[in-house]
Protein backbone atom coordinates (compact mmCIF):
# COMPACT_ATOMS: atom_id res chain seq x y z
CA UNK A 1 0.00 0.00 0.00
CA UNK A 2 1.35 3.44 -0.87
CA UNK A 3 1.99 5.48 2.14
CA UNK A 4 1.70 9.23 0.28
CA UNK A 5 -2.07 9.43 1.36
CA UNK A 6 -4.15 12.51 1.86
CA UNK A 7 -4.49 13.79 5.99
CA UNK A 8 -6.12 11.48 8.50
CA UNK A 9 -6.21 8.59 6.20
CA UNK A 10 -7.49 4.90 7.45
CA UNK A 11 -7.49 2.02 4.77
CA UNK A 12 -7.12 -1.23 5.45
CA UNK A 13 -6.40 -4.21 3.12
CA UNK A 14 -6.73 -8.18 4.46
CA UNK A 15 -6.89 -11.02 2.84
CA UNK A 16 -7.60 -14.34 5.28
CA UNK A 17 -10.29 -16.72 5.67
CA UNK A 18 -13.28 -16.59 7.57
CA UNK A 19 -13.78 -18.35 11.20
CA UNK A 20 -17.20 -18.34 11.95
CA UNK A 21 -20.39 -17.43 10.36
CA UNK A 22 -21.60 -14.31 10.65
CA UNK A 23 -24.01 -13.04 13.26
CA UNK A 24 -25.94 -9.60 14.10
CA UNK A 25 -23.62 -6.75 15.82
CA UNK A 26 -26.24 -3.72 15.50
CA UNK A 27 -28.57 -1.65 13.39
CA UNK A 28 -27.91 1.89 12.49
CA UNK A 29 -29.89 4.01 10.35
CA UNK A 30 -32.17 1.04 9.50
CA UNK A 31 -29.03 -1.24 8.18
CA UNK A 32 -28.60 -3.93 10.04
CA UNK A 33 -24.79 -4.81 10.60
CA UNK A 34 -23.15 -8.34 11.08
CA UNK A 35 -19.87 -9.32 12.76
CA UNK A 36 -17.36 -12.27 11.97
CA UNK A 37 -13.81 -12.83 13.31
CA UNK A 38 -11.36 -13.29 10.01
CA UNK A 39 -8.09 -15.41 10.43
CA UNK A 40 -4.68 -13.79 8.84
CA UNK A 41 -1.68 -15.80 8.71
CA UNK A 42 1.19 -14.15 9.37
CA UNK A 43 4.85 -15.33 8.27
CA UNK A 44 5.61 -17.27 11.02
CA UNK A 45 2.92 -19.52 10.94
CA UNK A 46 0.50 -17.94 13.96
CA UNK A 47 -2.71 -16.07 12.70
CA UNK A 48 -4.34 -12.77 13.45
CA UNK A 49 -8.18 -13.05 14.24
CA UNK A 50 -9.71 -9.62 13.46
CA UNK A 51 -13.47 -9.07 14.03
CA UNK A 52 -14.86 -7.78 10.74
CA UNK A 53 -18.22 -5.51 10.80
CA UNK A 54 -19.94 -5.73 7.37
CA UNK A 55 -23.40 -3.95 6.57
CA UNK A 56 -25.95 -7.16 5.70
CA UNK A 57 -26.50 -5.71 1.83
CA UNK A 58 -22.83 -6.41 1.44
CA UNK A 59 -22.83 -9.79 3.06
CA UNK A 60 -25.95 -10.54 0.70
CA UNK A 61 -23.82 -9.79 -2.60
CA UNK A 62 -20.36 -11.43 -0.62
CA UNK A 63 -21.90 -14.47 1.33
CA UNK A 64 -19.51 -15.20 4.26
CA UNK A 65 -19.90 -19.06 5.76
CA UNK A 66 -16.79 -20.74 7.75
CA UNK A 67 -13.85 -20.93 5.97
CA UNK A 68 -14.90 -18.74 3.18
CA UNK A 69 -11.55 -17.03 1.53
CA UNK A 70 -11.86 -13.52 1.73
CA UNK A 71 -10.44 -9.91 0.93
CA UNK A 72 -11.92 -7.20 3.10
CA UNK A 73 -11.06 -3.13 2.73
CA UNK A 74 -12.35 -0.91 4.78
CA UNK A 75 -11.35 1.11 7.76
CA UNK A 76 -9.52 0.55 11.40
CA UNK A 77 -12.94 1.41 13.95
CA UNK A 78 -12.83 1.86 17.61
CA UNK A 79 -15.65 1.99 20.63
CA UNK A 80 -15.90 2.31 24.35
CA UNK A 81 -17.23 -1.18 25.76
CA UNK A 82 -19.56 0.12 28.71
CA UNK A 83 -20.72 -3.79 29.15
CA UNK A 84 -17.65 -3.99 31.98
CA UNK A 85 -17.06 -7.10 30.11
CA UNK A 86 -13.71 -7.89 27.85
CA UNK A 87 -11.70 -4.91 26.95
CA UNK A 88 -12.38 -1.20 27.68
CA UNK A 89 -11.38 -0.03 23.71
CA UNK A 90 -12.78 -2.61 21.27
CA UNK A 91 -11.31 -2.61 17.79
CA UNK A 92 -12.94 -3.60 14.35
CA UNK A 93 -12.50 -3.50 11.06
CA UNK A 94 -15.13 -1.70 9.23
CA UNK A 95 -15.84 -3.47 5.85
CA UNK A 96 -16.67 -1.13 2.45
CA UNK A 97 -16.07 -3.99 0.33
CA UNK A 98 -15.71 -7.91 0.71
CA UNK A 99 -14.78 -10.42 -2.09
CA UNK A 100 -14.24 -14.09 -2.12
CA UNK A 101 -10.94 -15.38 -3.14
CA UNK A 102 -7.64 -16.75 -1.98
CA UNK A 103 -4.46 -15.87 -2.66
CA UNK A 104 -1.65 -15.08 0.05
CA UNK A 105 -2.49 -13.71 3.34
CA UNK A 106 -2.74 -10.09 3.31
CA UNK A 107 -2.45 -7.30 6.38
CA UNK A 108 -2.00 -4.10 5.64
CA UNK A 109 -2.85 -0.77 7.06
CA UNK A 110 -2.16 3.09 5.81
CA UNK A 111 -2.72 6.02 9.22
CA UNK A 112 -2.59 9.15 9.42
CA UNK A 113 -3.44 11.02 12.31
CA UNK A 114 -2.43 12.80 15.61
CA UNK A 115 -1.13 11.23 18.53
CA UNK A 116 -3.55 11.92 21.69
CA UNK A 117 -1.67 10.11 24.39
CA UNK A 118 2.24 10.79 25.20
CA UNK A 119 4.20 7.70 24.21
CA UNK A 120 5.68 4.95 26.47
CA UNK A 121 8.71 4.00 26.20
CA UNK A 122 9.76 0.17 27.68
CA UNK A 123 11.78 -2.69 27.20
CA UNK A 124 11.14 -6.47 27.53
CA UNK A 125 12.66 -8.74 29.91
CA UNK A 126 15.28 -9.89 27.33
CA UNK A 127 15.98 -6.09 26.29
CA UNK A 128 14.15 -5.53 23.27
CA UNK A 129 12.29 -2.11 23.04
CA UNK A 130 9.06 -1.32 22.80
CA UNK A 131 6.86 2.36 22.29
CA UNK A 132 3.37 2.14 22.80
CA UNK A 133 1.30 5.06 20.92
CA UNK A 134 -2.21 6.16 20.68
CA UNK A 135 -3.42 7.68 17.51
CA UNK A 136 -6.40 9.62 16.94
CA UNK A 137 -7.39 9.42 13.32
CA UNK A 138 -11.07 11.23 12.37
CA UNK A 139 -13.83 10.15 10.37
CA UNK A 140 -15.53 12.52 7.58
CA UNK A 141 -18.25 13.54 10.03
CA UNK A 142 -16.66 14.72 13.57
CA UNK A 143 -15.63 11.67 15.47
CA UNK A 144 -12.44 10.13 15.76
CA UNK A 145 -11.37 6.32 15.89
CA UNK A 146 -8.74 6.34 18.63
CA UNK A 147 -5.96 3.32 17.65
CA UNK A 148 -3.32 1.94 20.23
CA UNK A 149 -0.18 1.28 17.87
CA UNK A 150 3.23 -0.80 18.87
CA UNK A 151 6.32 0.02 17.48
CA UNK A 152 9.40 -2.21 18.32
CA UNK A 153 13.57 -1.68 18.11
CA UNK A 154 14.88 1.40 16.53
CA UNK A 155 11.61 2.21 15.33
CA UNK A 156 10.52 2.70 19.05
CA UNK A 157 13.26 4.90 19.81
CA UNK A 158 12.00 7.36 17.71
CA UNK A 159 8.33 6.81 18.39
CA UNK A 160 9.40 7.60 22.17
CA UNK A 161 10.62 11.13 21.13
CA UNK A 162 7.00 12.13 19.58
CA UNK A 163 4.87 14.56 21.32
CA UNK A 164 1.25 14.61 21.76
CA UNK A 165 -0.49 16.40 19.39
CA UNK A 166 2.18 15.11 16.70
CA UNK A 167 1.07 14.59 13.15
CA UNK A 168 2.15 11.02 12.05
CA UNK A 169 1.43 8.83 9.01
CA UNK A 170 2.68 5.06 9.03
CA UNK A 171 1.76 1.95 7.48
CA UNK A 172 1.45 -1.37 9.92
CA UNK A 173 -0.55 -4.60 10.05
CA UNK A 174 -3.52 -5.38 12.65
CA UNK A 175 -2.93 -7.95 15.17
CA UNK A 176 -4.46 -9.36 17.71
CA UNK A 177 -2.91 -10.73 20.90
CA UNK A 178 -4.35 -12.54 23.64
CA UNK A 179 -3.29 -12.33 27.25
CA UNK A 180 -4.42 -13.15 30.67
CA UNK A 181 -6.91 -10.75 32.74
CA UNK A 182 -7.04 -10.93 36.40
CA UNK A 183 -10.18 -9.76 38.23
CA UNK A 184 -11.31 -10.57 41.79
CA UNK A 185 -9.00 -13.18 42.28
CA UNK A 186 -10.59 -14.65 38.51
CA UNK A 187 -8.29 -15.24 36.12
CA UNK A 188 -9.41 -14.52 32.16
CA UNK A 189 -8.60 -15.08 28.66
CA UNK A 190 -8.61 -11.37 26.70
CA UNK A 191 -7.48 -10.58 23.77
CA UNK A 192 -6.20 -6.84 22.79
CA UNK A 193 -5.99 -5.56 19.11
CA UNK A 194 -3.27 -3.08 17.88
CA UNK A 195 -1.63 -1.80 14.92
CA UNK A 196 1.78 -3.29 14.67
CA UNK A 197 4.05 -0.25 13.24
CA UNK A 198 6.30 -1.06 9.89
CA UNK A 199 6.99 2.23 8.54
CA UNK A 200 5.94 5.84 10.52
CA UNK A 201 6.93 9.59 9.46
CA UNK A 202 6.05 12.70 11.14
CA UNK A 203 3.63 14.91 9.06
CA UNK A 204 2.46 18.59 9.66
CA UNK A 205 -0.90 18.83 9.90
CA UNK A 206 -3.05 20.16 7.37
CA UNK A 207 -0.62 18.07 4.82
CA UNK A 208 -1.54 16.30 1.97
Known amino acids: MDMQTGWNENRALLRGVAAAAPTLSHENHGVAYETFPLSVLRLSG????????AARPLLEQCPVAV???LEVEGEVRSFNNKSGR???????????SLRKGGGEP???LVLAGVLCKPPVFRRTPLGREICDLMLAVN???GRADYLPCIAWGGLAQRCAGLEVGDGVRLAGRLQSRSYTKVEDGVSQQRVAYEVS???LEPVELGDT
Open 86 to 96: GSRLVITLYAR
Open 46 to 53: SEDRVNVI
Open 197 to 199: VMK
Open 106 to 108: AND
Open 67 to 69: GTP
Open 139 to 141: RRY
